[in-house]
């Protein structure tokens, strides 16, 4: 932690903040520049709430030296993290990149398996599909519950692609945790600490997606909440974020791929469906992300999305999900990876 | 609802759209303009998810006309609502405007009780106090939970102060209900419909935080979850959104203020120590929104910001409560209210 | 200037940086902490590019230290910088608020005189009015130009107001000079340097519009380019940034005024107009503006809003100036100002 | 247009709003919905400002229903356009991607002619390098100026490469349109409207770079100002938008380059140097951008990045530059293109 002191501050005003420097057990080291002092305190510690310092006379700024989270960053773990997920445990993280897709919602069960067979038919490793549905409006369709987890099991059983669905609260955890395969946390809920902490317990992987406005470092503490909890397989899953942008629904800034390739050990999955609101764009960032580097891509697919129950307008269509899969593949070949 | 075709659509396109909007039991009215046709939609319905149509071919857009909230819009009810709480039943939403403050985090006894004296010696309606602390990062300090409850309620019998805490999770909201006037949602779980559902079934009056990102729709939506759900006792509260500015934790966006009195009947509480940061931002703050219109202030206010288990940058003092709640009167008397 | 070194980073790699400061004409001082070195460099120079040193091997990051800006700032001038503007040379950034008031375009003779005699009527320091009109779109009314801005003098010696109006290019700067008391530049042209230098040699105060997605630093560095140039009269103006928010045109961040005033000596203005785009949110925006310590407020006002050649959307007419004009009265004595 | 009255409007009212319509000559088409009324006009006009019926009574939104630019628009011509640029004639929109790149400010001789050899045994097509350099901070580098374009159009002879570099003002129009290939307009610029009118008659090709918070149609009616005024030569470039994102100096949104694709016939070109502010984020997202489909690439490439006198953060190596460029060939192949 660095403290930066307005100019004109005098020795009083620095010894007081040396002093709260040693009162949180860390020592000082104090810089007289030309125009300001500097105080550079040393045994920095992450889990001390430091920014009270700025309340102190004549503190002009505290800059964080470290990273407030640990266990997912590259410094305590050098290599890249695989988590294997579903039947055939497909490693995701490693040379090979995963596409998952499925409905927004489960709508029935002819739905559900004819979506499963063709994302079988297409390559895909995993079958996406929301049985318990967070809407914006309390008016909207809410999913079908327990009773579409079972349909995701039956087309999990029917085609060994591994199963991911939202769970949305506490309560939803061993019955999710018991039929499918991947625990997804939604971007709403990825400040919801104690769901964090609750799937941080569960023994299945969890592909945590970054909140609207999330900065990429309280991404990175979501994703400390549950490794810290105890389960260290997760999934880091961005979906767009939000910004003046006004021809998509969120703004899905690519650069997090190899921003957080370099800050962390974990695969990391893009959304290119939430990421643009719109099916006319979702192939090119399908593209764009598998070049970006990312481990895998989650995507919205329906048979008939005119008359989805839900996010219909972001949803391809099997026939381009059909095209897309080998323009992808190549893509993946021309960096030494594959789909 | 108002669907505009792309240039060039066919007869037979704009027919395809016509029957997507009576399957949605709508009724159609095409207007053929100079460049483009629109379909204009009757018996616009606010629970039908019709983003779909945006799928079929040669649409360019749908327009929704309707917003998608009632029961918080003032359609429904014209005059404004008023929110009583506390011991003394202040009236929020009426003439007078209510200022609430107290720490962050609740500490310890000595610290809540001192700091419900001076909010009280200061004349304000409220006392707030963390008792369960949702933090960014796992290993910071998490609250003092039941003990915390149980001192805020100590605090309240002596002052009449009314005592406003978060509810975090929906385990917390009986205890809480029990000992506390009104339950917080915070900004983090704007969008945690299961929450939101179980406070729209408590007996007691909701203080709801728009979330960092949350467009104004989607803040009364949320409103709209918790009065569906029978609880019409809601409180809007602006805490900031984020946004690229630097120099603040948060963007405090004032226009909010008159802009939800014109849209809904509720009452609209400002939290500037959220929507700064920093404590010398605050005092400004508070002055501009009480003249912006708004019916309550919520704050942050610690006897040692310094040493302040949370928020300590953004705490004022008990001196500076002093000195701005005279000026807060000031103001309010310039619009024809009071503090 | 503080450079962070990655966790692991060697011997070398520190004295590389060490080099690289020493080039740079800076001394440096490392300091080995527990989990990371850090170098912090004495004689800091403003004028130098640094962030080079970020591609050295192992570098994280580099802060810096002081502000880039320097006559705009506190630290070079202490006490507030008063501006006088027009025939009656009002001190803006004194005690005494002043409000200014007029139509975004200058339409007609008998529009500006008559929005001048309300001005003047109403109590406001000056008149705004554009006649040359910086248009999003090339189809768009341009202004009347040279015409415009002899009828801005005409209406300034008819009344004694201030007269405002923005200059789009160096050519316009001598003739606007010559008829008019401040010399405006948009939010749109807040980068545009050359123009920045020019009104930098000129002898008439300049108002400063801050850019739609200008950070704090930039507006005052483009404050600096006109200091620079030799021109100490700026006014800072707010008139609202870009964010996601839907309602507005713009989000007014009106916690800029504080700020402001504690980093810069430079009188500020706010422009609830622009700064939210609709004529129903103005009045609120007006009072809280004067409630946050501006010093002046710049509003849209016209007599027939509705057939307004640009900008009638957020113009209020002259019967709402006339109720506004008491109660920022009375909110700015309640400050200890006046208007 | 369709103008959407609020509930509750009497006929009184929805018959001024129908006035309104006609004074603006178009025709009105008035839908009473079982909530609200909505006047749909016909005979929309692009050139008239219609925001101004906002102000009239009971109207609670004006939606456009065309959008405000023509002439960039896929409605006005449906073939993409080509644009070719430089000595040797390369077709910008055509089937080849272009790759251009070169240091952000040119510094010597030495330095243009080492990288314009670079960019050329790379592959690229293009030389980019600053010789007017707009700079945030008045104390910062400015550019070789008129020495910098000479030594530009030796290396334009000597490599055979097209050379693009920035105009900041009109009168430096002339001497780069004689020495150089393609006229620049910065981010800073895009709203110049001046100068985008003065490049709009000159007879090179004219690469516009996007503001930081540019909305796309902002974007668009920038590149119709051009077009507008004589010159149909318009190169599309995204450079990154600003948001509250802090590892990266912008955010790339690149579903930019699909919408272009779909709105406009312009060529799209990607610069992931500023849009991203960080070197090691550039290679994959030049890959990322061609993936999606960008017709070129211009990016900055320093043989001294440490050194550099401006943007060296974001620079990449000549190393970098030649392993990178095998692997964007790749990609380009990977969707049936070519670099």
């Known amino acids: 932690m660095i403290i ?3 100019p004109g501050a005098s ?3 620095v010894q007081h903040v040396v002093d709260l420097v040693r009162d949180f057990g860390l020592k000082e080291h104090v810089i007289h520049g030309t125009d300001r002092t500097v105080v550079a305190c040393i045994g920095d510690k992450r889990h001390v709430d430091k920014s009270a310092i700025e309340n102190a006379s004549m503190v002009e700024r505290v800059v964080p030296v470290l990273a407030p989270y640990k266990m997912a960053s590259r410094e305590v773990r050098g290599e890249r993290t695989q988590i294997r997920v579903g039947p055939r445990q497909f490693p995701l993280g490693g040379r090979q990149v995963g596409i998952i897709a499925g409905p927004c919602s489960i709508e029935s069960r002819e739905q559900i398996l004819l979506l499963a067979d063709v994302a079988q038919k297409a390559g895909c ?11 914006t409006s309390p008016y909207a369709f809410q999913g079908l519950r327990e009773e579409g987890l079972k349909l995701l099991a039956e087309a999990r059983a029917r085609t060994g692609l591994a199963v991911f669905t939202e769970v949305m609260s506490i309560e939803q955890i061993p019955l999710v945790s018991e039929l499918c395969d991947v625990l997804q946390i939604g971007a709403r809920n990825m400040h919801n600490y104690a769901l964090l902490e609750a ?4 023994d299945k992987p969890v592909l945590l997606k970054r909140g609207l406005s999330a900065t990429l470092e309280e991404f990175l503490l979501a994703a400390e909440y549950i490794i810290n909890a105890g389960n260290e397989q997760v999934i880091l899953c961005e979906r767009g974020i939000r910004t003046f942008e006004d021809y998509v629904r969120n703004t899905l800034p690519l650069a997090v791929v190899p921003e957080l390739n370099d800050k962390t050990h974990l695969p990391v999955v893009v959304d290119p469906s939430h990421g643009t609101g719109h099916a006319h764009l ?9 070049a970006a580097g990312a481990d895998g891509i989650i995507l919205e697919c329906h048979n008939d999305p005119e008359h989805a129950s839900s996010d219909g307008a972001q949803s391809i269509t099997p026939a381009t999900l059909y095209e897309l899969m080998p323009v992808l593949k190549r893509i993946a070949q021309a960096i030494d990876r594959d789909v």
Request: charged content about 25%; aromatic content about 4%; glycine content about 14%.
């Open 4 to 6: 930066v002191m307005k």
């Open 125 to 135: 490793i995993g079958l996406r599909g929301g049985a318990f549905k967070p809407r």
């Open 11 to 13: 020795e009083d005003q």
């Open 199 to 202: 799937v941080g317990k569960a």
């Open 282 to 290: 979702v192939p090119a960032m399908c593209r764009a992300a598998v």
